[in-house]
């Protein structure tokens, strides 16, 4: 850089001194911007960010490490709020932003105790704005805004370039107001072209790029001036030959403080200085608010009279005229001197240009003032020294007189910008930014022209400091910095000692790594007049640098170096200082006042003189003269100040007789006094009276060790720790005085280490009350006072954790972490009695060295929940973590997750968590680690640890769920390199060659280079061939009719092959993979002829030499031959190439090893696998298989009951000894696993059905998770909690259910009685009502199967409502005990409460009518005698039964009579008693009336004196099964036949119909088996007394009855099920085995079996009810559920097979597939696969097709050659099926093909004569490989069937002539038909051709010839047989045919035949049928190969016939 005027002097330049002010640590610094803005009166800074949010960094001590505060947004501006002289409080610095969106916001900031902590006050959005100007002006569209002041709450807006807005902002609820608001008065022409404006003392100055200043007052908006910068400019350029800077290059503007300087920079690394004062008086027409004085009104000043003169003399200054009021001598020598001064000044002066400006503020102010300066009331001449410009008389220069100066930057090699910090009048300053050397500063001195330059470096930021100070700030690397020019180190630091303090000057000098220098010794003298100790410190120890050898140094001998002259003379220099101190001592100490001053001023001095002689001696072992000299000068000083001492012993006078000669020690007057003290008195009266000397002397002479100053000093601080204790600190403090001490050090030292409690205290609020602590050790103290209350007492410490057992935490693994409370809190922690009743104390210099972290860290085991929101996030993590409180975690994180605006922040119950924390303090084992960073993965947070490293980060995704699913949460991840999850992955597999898996991801995300760049990288694809290949194969699957994705991935597999070189055609050929270059071209464009052409401007890679290709064919000569035909005479070649090789040529595939079970595969290697491989290969599964055994839960955790009952037999059950035990068990685990996972439907269900399989009963379980679901819902519906929480919280309750806990079940009663009352006000059902009821009956059961009392929340409702109709059905419907339901009656009013009272008071207890059996079954005899009506004595009858004979049979009568059960089996203990009538009697007095009645209807007499047996107990059996009175059996057949089989029957039968238990069903039949064996055995040997028949009998009713009483087909299943193994005991009964497999085959369905059939069952019913299941299940579209069943019941499927293809064709018509072409084609297909695969009648196919192909031609699904088509192939294949007929139905057969023909003559009609053009078009191949109609007809076409093509047809005898027949077609039709007749001919079909022609009585002559040529060649006609048409054909032939030449004996007859293609026959040319063969051949214009095949095969005849002469047998040539 160089001035125009020449740059500075290199002396100038090097005079830079940068100092350190306040060190800054680096990070704070870097999240600064590139500039800064300094706080004029707080220590903060802001910096805007690159990305536009606002930094704010405090400077004050503590705050600098914190790294500020951060505004996140993004703004454009911000200016600190200035309240210089404003009164507005100073501790919370405010700014005003501006963002980009043109919102304001005040921001103010709390900077106590270092921390930033930011508030936004206020918020003003654009339309806020907006409407203020439009109050005011008019309607405008805010388009820029700029902030010009933020002054004491008022602000100035510059608005859309041209509107100044003054605005003030609320103080508290008020609102905005404006002060102002007004348009400047700016040309058109420059309103848009605002460069900058700066205000300055309320002057606005505006730049233009048209090259104006525009200057304005911001008070009312008046146009001051303005100035033009092109007449500088051009005054420029006259002088120096320059090009003036063009007007639009300016970018800024700076204005000096003082107004009197403005500097423009320019965009040309120029600046411009102009001078305005000497601008506006060489244009003062450019001034436009100059004033006369004329305008000033004339007034005195207030308090002088009008007439007095100096009220004169006053306003004669406001005039024009010099006249002078005051004519005395005094007033004119004042004049005349006045004048000679002002003469004196050099240059002119004038006043300044903004003298005219009544509101200009003043320099210092921040204010608006509006009060008129002082030079306005100035005359001119006075004006003129006022404002005299100073000047530099040395540095004066030729151009000091011009307006403006420049500078110029000389051109660098890199941008540059160049910016205006500050401006002054005299120097200019300026940052000077270069991208390569970083930042540096540049002084301009106005006067000089001269710069000073100083580099800072890349990472150094200005700081703008504001004001009119020019402060040079930056923040360097170090913090912020002063950047001082033209001062040296020394000559700052003594000006700062001189004008500042001594410590500043240390401070800065340590801060700065300065050596103290040598300080001047009139600052020793400022500081002694001042009474600064710290300066005279600061001054002695600067000048120990001048008597010690170096401190660097550590030789020992470096004193010895050090001359002793030297030393003498540094020792002469200092005398003067030490004079001034001794002297300055001396003054003090005869004052009172200042005696204490003198005693430190002292102490200084002695310690220096000291420390330099001890300094000396302990470095020099002798002193020559110099240094004896030298220390001779500092001793005297020593002994001179000695005298000054405070405790120096002075001897007395007096008391020389009084001290032992002979210890030669003085005694001392006290001693008489201090004899009769103790040792603690007298040291302390001592001490107290300032006696230590004395006190010394005295122990001294009585040998006490006191006598030693240390011993003293030790016990008098004893002494003032005794005081402490009685709280007498004012001898304490005075005992700390008199013994030297700092008393407010000591006392603070004894305070914070001391362990007494009590003194400590004492000494805090002592301390307190002096103000000594600092804030920090404030906080200390409280910290302190706070662990002593937590840990003292019986505070209790928040253990909520513990109700989470899987983290539970014993309270001793808290404590041992805490190694400081240990070593403090010595006790026994199980002693919890011995910790309460503790006093704990701590020391607290121990607190002092606990961070913050450590401080809370200690005090939150023991503060409540509600507190957490006030500690750190760091301190609580760390302690949640480490408890391990899952609970509190997942709020906290539920907390963070939500966490978004700053209104949440006052609602946050937790303080903010960042990912850092969770990273950096996690404390718990891994498995909650890894529990929390999923919950935090899940909703896309991850940490930044796992961030950095992507197999963490892969590992964390799998954890929750893998890198394939729906949501994936990673959209907002970025790698390192930029890259997205996407692409970061894909490059992982690359790197880790996870090609199956990279498939399968891009699959899943169906990721294509489209949608995935990363996927086209040329690097991977070169780095990893097979990636290419993936990519290739995978865009070919998106776009299957593109053949140029499958070469480009056929390329691809080539780089594989060949990694070496370019994947192409040719290299695939010269690398020998042939097959594989074949494969490629055929996907090439153009195919292979085009890659086979040698064209220049093909692709390289598709093309090929020929030579090359086919020196590579030349092991496979068919494809040679193929592509290079050489046209010679085919021949039989073997085949070249199979499917294996082409699978060779494909990387992936080795067929040598994957097909060898095939044996087509003759590449196959000896050892390949000889089986296809499957998965449950052994082989595979001994190798690679994982096996896991997985048990009954598994599968019901899936849902799966059957597999889970299934696999519970097999592994469990089977194996098991106690069984019944073990499903017991089995069934308590399916019963908890059920609870536990009551809110997923899928598992309740199955641990349901698993228990009904097992037999047991599920009502507890169904019941328990119906009132969990109801409870969850109705408290997810009322409460805030999480779901997730309450679900678990829930599951936690119902698992002490399972445990049978009391108090669990009581409160989920409670929950889900408010459950059901909520759910009843959802529902909106009436409270009181059978709908209620009907839901309360949950709660009965739930407290039934629990052992509750019954809920009467429901009752006591009713009761509440006077609704005793619900109470009475309720109670009665639910059982309630009469107690409970009459406690409830007090709820009623009076008057129900009396007749309900009495109504249940009247009501029996129990009913007096017969009872249920199952009732009787459970009371005892006695019970249920005293229940009768008429009761006769019980003891009456017995005593009357032993007076009669056959007392059994009166005991049975008496029990018939009194209807008493117990008589009957007194009865049954009588000897010679009959069982049988015992239990019949039993069981008809036990039953109901009605039940006993049916039973004993067949009974004709009296039922006393009937005599029972078997065929009573046979119908009372079928009587009581009949209506299910099973137990009543039972209970009889235990008490009399206790070891009958019936028993196990019933038993049975109860468990199946009564408890679905049919698994302990199956093991009582498997009894009854045995036991019935047993009977029958011993049935033999004993008559029974119930024989085996009856009881099979009866057996088979009971089975034949259980099936006809199951009410669900499950049942009915189960039953089957069960009897499948005892079809014995169904001898005529029905096929149990047929029908449980029909069973199974409708379980899932809801087609019944009628119960019909099992009671009349026969093979024909029951194949009439499977017909009819067969109809049901074809209906509902079960179709191979209704195969099964035909096959079961042997029934066709015919019909079955048709009406499923049948519905399958309605659903592609339902969803529009039908109309497709391709969908009829593949049906069709899949018809004819499916018919031939069920085996259907060929008649019932036939019949099909034909039926569709008619539908096809009445309903075509599509119009055009289409239908026809279809109607043509469903032709075709009804012919093909009619065809396999075992008697195939000719007639049929030829009506089918007649109506084939009918349709091609359509299509060929339709189609045009298209196809006579070219044939190929008829034959519909698709290039795609799909199937066409006309193609598959082709497949099943019937045309050339035998039973067709007989010998009939070839006889010409039954073709019509063309006289006979019959033109039944239009004309277009038989010119079709004729096109299809010769094309069948020249087809060689001529026997179809013959048939159509009868078909259609169509003649055509090439049918006819061929036939007659036939006919002529087997002799079966002559040729006067032919007909008249064929006749007249030969003789035109013959008046045509030309004369053969003579000679020729013989002629050539070319042979067609494919038996020799090369051979002709010799006929003699005087055969008549030869000529007649030869004439009718070449009239043939159809068939001409066929009749020429004839006429060889007759030439051939007529040879064979010469050689033999059995001559008929060549007739069979032409059969």
């Not at 005359?379 to 000047?391: A, E, K, L, T």
């Not at 197999?951 to 997205?980: A, C």
């Not at 009998?1593 to 199951?1606: G, I, S, T």
């Not at 030309?1938 to 010799?1962: A, C, H, N």
Request: net charge negative.
């Amino acid at each position: 850089m160089a001035a125009d005027k020449g740059v500075g002097s290199a002396e100038a330049v090097e005079r830079v001194l940068p100092v350190l002010l306040v060190p800054v640590p680096a990070e704070a610094t870097g999240r600064l911007g590139s500039r800064a803005q300094l706080h004029r009166e707080q220590e903060v800074l802001g910096s805007l960010t690159a990305a536009g949010s606002l930094q704010v960094l405090p400077l004050a001590p503590g705050g600098r490490g914190g790294g500020g505060c951060r505004l996140e947004g993004r703004f454009r501006q911000f200016v600190w709020e200035d309240y210089h002289n404003s009164g507005t409080p100073t501790d919370k610095p405010r700014l005003l932003a501006l963002s980009e969106n043109n919102e304001l916001l005040i921001c103010e900031f709390n900077l106590k105790d270092g921390r930033c902590d930011a508030t936004i006050s206020y918020s003003y959005t654009e339309e806020t704005l907006q409407k203020l100007v439009e109050d005011h002006i008019i309607s405008i569209s805010l388009l820029s805004l700029r902030i010009l002041s933020f002054h004491s709450n008022t602000s100035l807006l510059f608005i859309n370039e041209c509107i100044v807005l003054h605005i003030i902002f609320p103080e508290r609820n008020a609102e905005i107001r404006v002060l102002n608001c007004f348009t400047l008065s700016l040309p058109a022409q420059a309103v848009d072209r605002i460069i900058d404006t700066q205000l300055c003392r309320g002057i606005l100055f505006v730049l233009s790029r048209l090259g104006w200043i525009y200057i304005f007052d911001t008070v009312d908006g008046r146009h001051v001036a303005h100035v033009d910068l092109a007449l500088p400019q051009e005054d420029m350029y006259n002088e120096q030959q320059q090009e003036p800077a063009k007007s639009s290059s300016f970018t800024s503007l700076k204005v000096s403080q003082d107004l009197d300087v403005v500097v423009i920079v320019s965009s040309s690394n120029t600046a411009i200085a102009l001078n305005l004062n000497l601008y506006f008086r060489q244009y003062p027409g450019h001034l436009l608010c100059e004033r006369t004085l004329e305008d000033i009104p004339i007034e005195g000043p207030k308090g002088i009279d009008e007439d007095d003169p100096v009220n004169s003399d006053y306003n004669m200054k406001l005039t024009k005229f010099s006249f002078q009021v005051d004519r005395s001598w005094k007033a004119q020598l004042s004049s005349l001197n006045e004048t000679i001064k002002n003469s004196k000044l050099e240059g002119t002066c004038c006043a300044p240009w903004f003298q005219d400006i009544l509101h200009l503020e003043p320099p210092e102010s921040g204010n608006h003032s509006t009060s008129v300066p002082n030079w306005a009331f100035t005359p001119q001449d006075v004006m003129c020294s006022q404002y005299s410009f100073p000047q530099k008389g040395s540095a004066k220069t030729s151009d000091s007189g011009r307006s403006w100066k420049r500078i110029h930057i000389s051109e660098q090699e890199e941008p540059l910008e160049l910016t205006c910090m500050s401006v002054t009048g005299f120097t200019a300053l300026f940052t000077w930014s270069v991208e390569r050397t970083g930042c540096t500063i540049v002084l301009w001195d106005l006067e000089t022209q001269s710069m000073q330059c100083f580099s800072l470096g890349k990472k150094c930021i200005p700081v703008d400091s504001g004001g009119d100070q020019q402060l040079c700030l930056v923040l360097t690397e170090g913090g912020l910095s002063l950047i001082l020019f033209g001062l040296t180190q020394e000559e700052f630091l003594n000006r700062l000692m001189i004008h500042g303090s001594a410590s500043t000057v240390d401070s800065l000098c340590h801060l700065n790594g300065w050596g103290r220098c040598s300080i001047p010794i009139h600052a020793l003298e400022a500081g002694i007049e001042n009474r600064q100790l710290d300066t005279v410190d600061f001054f002695l120890k600067s000048k120990e640098n001048l008597l010690s050898p170096s401190s660097k140094s550590s030789v020992p001998d470096q004193f010895d170096h050090f001359p002793s002259h030297s030393y003498l003379k540094h020792v002469e220099e200092l005398t003067p200082a030490l004079d001034l101190l001794c002297s300055a001592i001396r003054e003090n100490d005869s004052e009172t006042q200042s005696k204490h001053f003198s005693e430190q001023l002292l102490n200084l001095t002695l310690s220096f003189l000291n420390k330099q002689i001890k300094e000396l001696f302990i470095h020099n072992e002798g002193l020559d003269e110099h240094l004896q000299k030298g220390v001779n000068i500092l001793t005297s000083y020593i002994n001179e100040l000695r005298t000054f001492m405070i405790k120096f012993p002075w001897k007395l006078t007096d008391a020389i007789d009084e001290y032992d000669v002979n210890e030669n020690v003085p005694r001392v007057k006290e001693s008489n006094i201090w004899e009769k003290l103790s040792l603690e008195e007298v040291i302390a009266n001592a001490i107290l009276n300032n006696k230590i000397p004395e006190a010394q002397t005295f122990f001294r002479i009585n040998s006490h060790s006191a006598q030693r100053l240390e011993e003293l000093i030790r016990i008098g601080l004893d002494l003032v720790f005794d005081n402490l204790k009685k709280n007498n600190i004012k001898e304490a403090s005075e005992l700390l005085k008199n013994m030297g001490f700092n008393v407010k050090d000591q006392l603070l030292k004894i305070c914070f280490y001391t362990t007494d409690k009590n003194i400590r205290d004492f000494l805090v609020e002592i301390l307190k009350e002096k103000n000594y602590f600092s804030e920090e050790e404030k906080r200390t103290i409280d910290f302190v006072h706070q662990v002593e209350k937590f840990y003292s007492g019986h505070f209790q410490e928040n253990m909520q954790i513990q109700s989470f057992p899987r983290y539970s935490i014993k309270e001793q693994d808290f404590f041992k972490h805490k190694s400081v409370l240990d070593s403090f809190l010595k006790y026994d922690h199980k002693d919890t009695d011995k910790l309460n009743k503790q006093d704990h104390r701590l020391v607290l210099t121990w607190a002092q060295w606990w961070n913050q972290l450590t401080q809370e860290s200690i005090l939150l085991p023991r503060i409540s929940p509600e507190e957490y929101k006030s500690y750190s996030p760091e301190a609580l993590w760390r302690y949640l973590t480490a408890r391990h409180d899952w609970f509190s975690i997942i709020l906290w994180i539920g907390e963070f997750q939500t966490r978004n605006s700053y209104a949440s922040l006052q609602q946050n119950k937790w303080p903010p968590l960042t990912v850092d924390v969770v990273d950096q303090n996690t404390r718990c084992n891994n498995y909650m680690r890894n529990e929390i960073l999923d919950t935090l993965a899940r909703n896309g947070i991850f940490i930044t640890s796992e961030l950095e490293d992507f197999e963490l980060f892969l590992k964390r995704l799998n954890r929750i769920g893998g890198v394939m699913q729906d949501t994936l949460p990673v959209q907002n991840y970025r790698s390192k390199d930029g890259w997205d999850f996407h692409s970061h992955f894909i490059l992982y597999c690359l790197e880790h060659s996870l090609q199956y898996l990279l498939y399968v991801f891009l699959d899943y995300y169906k990721l294509s280079p489209p949608n995935c760049p990363f996927l086209e990288k040329k690097e991977l694809h070169e780095a990893h061939p097979w990636f290419e290949f993936l990519v290739q194969c995978r865009q070919v699957s998106s776009n299957l009719t593109d053949p140029k994705l499958i070469f480009q991935a056929s390329l691809a597999n080539a780089q594989i092959l060949i990694p070496s070189n370019q994947a192409s055609v040719s290299s695939m050929l010269l690398e020998g993979h042939t097959l594989l270059a074949l494969a490629t071209t055929m996907y090439a464009p153009g195919g292979v002829s085009q890659v086979v052409q040698n064209e220049e401007n093909e692709n390289c890679v598709k093309k090929v030499d020929p030579q090359l290709l086919k020196m590579a064919l030349t092991p496979y000569p068919k494809l040679k031959t193929a592509l290079f035909p050489q046209y010679t005479a085919p021949s039989v070649l073997p085949p070249d190439i199979t499917l294996y090789h082409l699978i060779q040529s494909l990387l992936p595939f080795d067929p040598s090893r994957l097909f060898g079970w095939q044996s087509a595969n003759t590449l196959t290697i000896g050892d390949a696998a000889s089986q296809l491989p499957h998965f449950s290969s052994p082989d595979l599964v001994n190798k690679y298989a994982m096996v896991e055994r997985l048990n009954f839960a598994y599968y019901l955790h899936h849902g799966r009951p059957s597999f889970a009952f299934g696999t519970f037999l097999v592994q469990e059950l089977t194996k098991s000894k106690t069984p019944k035990q073990l499903i017991q068990q089995v069934g308590n685990e399916a019963y908890v696993l059920g609870l536990s996972s009551f809110h997923i439907p899928s598992i309740g269900a199955a641990c349901v059905c698993f228990l009904e399989l097992l037999g047991l009963d599920s009502l507890k379980l169904r019941v328990d998770m119906k009132v969990a679901n109801i409870i969850l819902s109705y408290t997810c519906r009322n409460e805030d909690a999480q779901y997730n929480f309450i679900r678990e919280s829930l599951a936690e309750k119902l698992s002490k259910l399972a445990m049978g806990e009391k108090s669990t079940i009581e409160e989920l009663l409670v929950l889900v009685e408010e459950g059901i009352w909520d759910s009843i006000q959802q529902q909106e059902i009436k409270r009181l009502s059978s709908e209620s009821s009907s839901q309360w009956a949950l709660v009965v059961q739930f407290c039934r199967l629990h052992n509750l009392k019954l809920s009467t929340s429901y009752l006591r409702e009713c009761a509440k409502a006077n609704d005793w109709l619900q109470f009475i059905i309720h109670s009665q419907l639910h059982n309630y005990h009469p107690e409970e339901v009459k406690s409830l009656l007090q709820y009623f009013s009076p008057v129900l409460q009396d007749h309900l009272r009495l109504a249940f008071e009247n009501l029996p207890s129990v009913s007096k009518s017969r009872m249920d059996s199952d009732q009787v079954c459970n009371k005892s005899p006695q019970e249920l005698q005293r229940n009768e009506v008429e009761m006769t004595d019980f003891f009456e009858i017995l005593l009357q039964c032993s007076e009669v004979p056959n007392s059994w049979c009166w005991l049975l009568a008496e029990a018939v009579k009194q209807q008493a059960p117990i008589l009957s089996v007194l009865a049954s203990c009588v000897q010679d008693a009959s069982a049988i009538p015992c239990l019949c009697v039993w069981i008809i007095t036990s039953v109901e009336h009605s039940v006993a009645a049916e039973a004993m209807g067949h009974i004709q007499d009296s039922l006393e004196g009937h005599t029972w047996d078997l065929e009573d107990l046979s119908v009372i059996w079928r009587t009581l099964l009949t209506r299910q009175k099973s137990k009543t059996l039972i209970r009889g057949f235990q008490l009399f036949f206790k070891e009958s089989p019936l028993l196990f029957m019933m038993e049975m039968y109860e468990l199946c119909m009564f408890f679905k238990n049919y698994e302990e069903a199956e093991a009582k039949l498997r009894e009854f088996q045995k036991s019935l064996e047993t009977l029958e055995t011993a049935a033999t040997r004993v008559h029974a007394i119930i024989p085996a028949p009856w009881l099979k009998e009866h057996v088979y009713f009971l089975l034949k009855l259980m099936l006809q009483q199951c009410r669900t087909q499950y049942e009915l299943g189960k039953l089957l099920q069960l009897f499948v193994g005892i079809e014995h005991l169904f001898s005529d009964g029905p096929d149990v085995k047929k029908l449980c497999v029909l069973s199974q085959i409708l379980k899932d369905t809801s087609i019944a079996i009628n119960r019909v059939i099992i009671t009349s069952y026969s093979l024909e019913n029951f194949q009439h009810e499977c017909r009819s299941i067969l109809e049901k299940l074809e209906t509902d579209g079960y179709f191979a559920l209704a195969r099964r069943v035909a096959e079961l019941a042997e029934l066709p499927v015919d019909n079955l097979v048709i009406e499923e293809i049948t519905q399958e064709m309605q659903t592609l018509k339902h969803i529009d597939q039908w109309s497709l072409k391709q969908a009829r084609i593949d049906f069709w297909k899949k018809c004819h696969e499916n018919f031939k695969k069920n085996s259907i009648s060929s008649k019932a196919a036939s019949s099909f097709f034909s039926a569709q192909a008619l539908t096809a031609c009445e309903c075509p699904a599509e119009e055009g050659p289409s239908s026809t088509e279809e109607r043509h192939l469903l032709l075709t294949l009804a012919g093909h099926w009619l065809a396999q007929e075992d008697l195939v139905p000719l007639e049929e057969l030829e009506e089918l093909e007649k109506q084939i023909w009918l349709c091609r003559i359509t299509q060929h009609t339709l189609r045009g004569n298209q196809e006579e053009i070219d044939p190929r078009c008829s034959q519909q191949i698709s290039t795609t490989g799909e199937l066409s109609f006309e193609s598959l007809a082709n497949e099943f076409s019937f045309s050339k069937l035998a039973a067709l093509n007989t010998s009939k047809y070839l006889e010409f005898n039954g073709l019509p002539s063309k006289d006979t027949c019959e033109n039944k077609l239009n004309w277009k039709e038989q010119e079709s038909l004729n096109f299809l007749i010769g094309r069948l001919l020249d087809d060689g079909c001529v026997h179809e051709a013959s048939r159509v022609c009868r078909y259609f009585h169509f003649y055509n002559q090439d049918v006819a010839l061929v036939l007659h040529c036939r006919a002529l060649a087997s002799g079966e006609a002559s040729v006067d047989d032919l007909h008249p048409e064929i006749h007249a054909l030969l003789q035109s032939a013959e008046l045509l045919e030309e004369e053969e030449e003579p000679g020729v004996p013989l002629r050539k007859v070319q042979s067609t035949s494919s038996l020799d293609s090369q051979s002709f026959v010799m006929l003699p040319p005087s055969d008549e049928v030869v000529t007649t063969l030869e004439t009718l051949t070449s009239k043939c214009l159809h068939g001409k190969n066929y009749c020429r095949q004839v006429l060889c095969l007759y030439a051939l005849a007529k040879d064979i016939s010469r050689r033999s002469p059995q001559q008929r047998k060549a007739r069979r040539f032409f059969s």
